[in-house]
């Protein structure tokens, strides 16, 4: 596939999987992996559905603690439809288990300020 060609498909699956438009930024090293690689040749593949995909990279978030991302995520996830809120919650806990109690606790925070927000917003 050429470059142009998987830096389109990069983009369109960033947009499916988080929700909004990639930025327009550019062309670093790094995003030229995110776009062609995790994007385009990562999220792109058969055998795990997105939904999959989304609670794989969720638990990890939340082992991590990564509030930045763990944002950017449960965001796309709910969005998306693919996760409710309820399931979200779910997963924290169970998480929390076998990760760690401070990632969850962060992931706990994260989800419940994205509730609010959509509840303002009327969502």
């Known amino acids: ?28 090293p790094f995003l030229e992996q995110t ?3 995790l994007f385009a040749d990562l999220w792109s593949r058969p055998g795990l559905g997105t939904r999959e995909r989304r609670l794989i990279t969720l638990t990890v978030l939340i082992g991590f603690g990564n509030e930045m991302a763990l944002t950017l995520h449960f965001s796309g996830a709910l969005k998306s439809g693919d996760l409710a809120a309820d399931e979200l919650d779910e997963l924290i806990l169970h998480v929390a288990h076998y990760g760690g109690w401070p990632g969850a606790a962060i992931a706990s925070t994260v989800l419940a300020r994205l509730r609010a927000e959509q509840k303002k917003a009327g969502e």
């Not at 050429?2 to 990639?22: L, N």
């Open 1 to 28: 596939m050429a470059t142009s060609e998987k830096r389109k498909k990069g983009a369109e699956w960033f947009e499916k999987v988080m929700t909004f438009a990639p930025p327009v930024t550019d062309e670093s």
């Open 35 to 37: 776009f062609d690689h």
